[in-house]
């Protein structure tokens, strides 16, 4: 059963960088037609999709986050990351990172991570 | 504000049908394939419905997916408690994108 699992500091102070790394164990993260991405939830909203990378380095940004987002992977340790640069209170949210398949269909979560920007 | 639309919140009985609808456009679920999620309170979204309208293994058939031009539905039938919720659907429009959210009261 594929598992992926969100590690990183919760709290972040405002202008710095934040930074994840979601593992996935019981199947490669070399997949073919599989995508890993991060998607986050404020307190209290909605979703909203921060972007995503093949196995091969391709990556997909959201156009709203492109400038400060950067996502990358690491196949020898079947983990791939995300980069926020110059956070605010506003980008306090659970972050998830899930895979998803060529048509954008999410099928296996990670539990998600609280990261909350303060001084 | 979504690009996808959906009502904020639906209810019915237990027992009775609902419906959630999505509304897009021809840049979104007009030329892509729409997946529905449910989020029950405390966890991670799970997927119900992929490519418009099939269930991955262990999603029972009371649930149920369509599309229609740039619109796309998710039905749940024989409503149960459980199945309280926030339900969102996604899709791709140049990047992915996913509705408000609709919160399921069953009451």
Do not use: M
């Not at chain 1, 380095?57 to 987002?69: C, E, H, Q």
């Not at chain 1, 791939?80 to 398949?101: E, G, I, M, N, P």
């Not at chain 2, 897009?24 to 997946?35: A, F």
């Not at chain 2, 529905?36 to 490519?51: D, V």
């Amino acid at each position: 059963q594929l598992q992926l699992q969100e590690s990183g500091p919760g709290l972040v102070k405002p202008s710095e960088t934040l930074s994840l790394t979601c593992t996935v164990s019981g199947g490669s993260i070399s997949s073919s037609s599989y995508y890993w991405g991060w998607i986050r939830q404020p307190p209290g909203k909605g979703l909203e999709w921060i972007g995503s990378i093949y196995y091969s380095g391709s990556t997909y940004y959201n156009p709203s986050l492109k400038s400060r987002v950067t996502i990358s992977v690491d196949t020898s340790k079947n983990q791939f990351s995300l980069k926020l640069s110059s956070v605010t209170a506003a980008d306090t949210a659970v972050y998830y990172c899930a895979r998803h398949d060529d048509y954008y269909a999410s099928d296996y979560w990670g539990q998600g991570t609280l990261v909350t920007v303060s001084s | 504000q979504s690009v996808l639309t959906q009502p904020p919140s639906v209810s019915a009985a237990p027992g009775q049908k609902v419906t959630i609808s999505c509304s897009g456009s021809s840049s979104n679920i007009g030329n892509n394939y729409v997946s529905w999620y449910q989020q029950l309170p405390g966890t991670a979204p799970k997927l119900l419905i992929y490519e418009n309208n099939k269930r991955p293994s262990g999603i029972p058939d009371r649930f149920s997916g369509s599309k229609s031009g740039t619109s796309a539905t998710l039905g749940i039938t024989g409503l149960q408690t459980g199945d309280e919720a926030d339900y969102y659907c996604g899709t791709w429009d140049s990047s992915g994108v996913f509705g408000g959210g609709t919160k399921l009261t069953v009451l």
